[in-house]
Nanobody
Framework: QVQLVESGGGLVQAGGSLRLSCAAS????????MGWFRQAPGKEREFVAA???????NYADSVKGRFTISRDNAKKTVYLQMNSLKPEDTAVYYC?????????????????WGQGTQVTVSS
């Protein structure tokens, strides 16, 4: 089992930055792929970014060049640095762990999820 706890969400003006953290506990996550997803009101959950143990990453087109995912296996923590935030980035952001070690964008491939953290970007 893997338990995930997100933090770092909040209210920020457009153009600002936030850094989300996801702390994992339970079994080691070093071989897992870790992902960030988000869900805005009335919309489906969507892929944001993923990272595997080699450091390889995958990003949604909507966040490329603005968001950066990273991980610290020693601290069992994954980060999402979000820069140049836009009002359309407003959503609940979820951290997820995938066990096959692939950079999947499909939420169904991630069996472990955190509770989410709210990010609100004002215009």
């Amino acid at each position: 089992q893997v338990q995930l706890v997100e933090s770092g969400g909040g209210l920020v003006q457009a153009g600002g930055s936030l850094r989300l953290s996801c702390a994992a506990s339970g079994r080691t996550i070093s071989s897992h792929a870790m992902g960030w997803f988000r869900q805005a009101p009335g919309k489906e959950r969507e892929f944001v970014a993923a990272i595997i143990w080699t450091g390889n990453t995958n990003y949604a087109d909507s966040v490329k060049g603005r968001f950066t995912i990273s991980r610290d296996n020693a601290k069992k923590t994954v980060y999402l640095q979000m820069n140049s935030l836009k009002p359309e980035d407003t959503a609940v952001y979820y951290c997820a762990a995938e066990i096959a070690g692939s950079l999947s964008y499909n939420a169904l491939d991630y069996p472990y999820w955190g509770q989410g953290t709210q990010v609100t970007v004002s215009s």
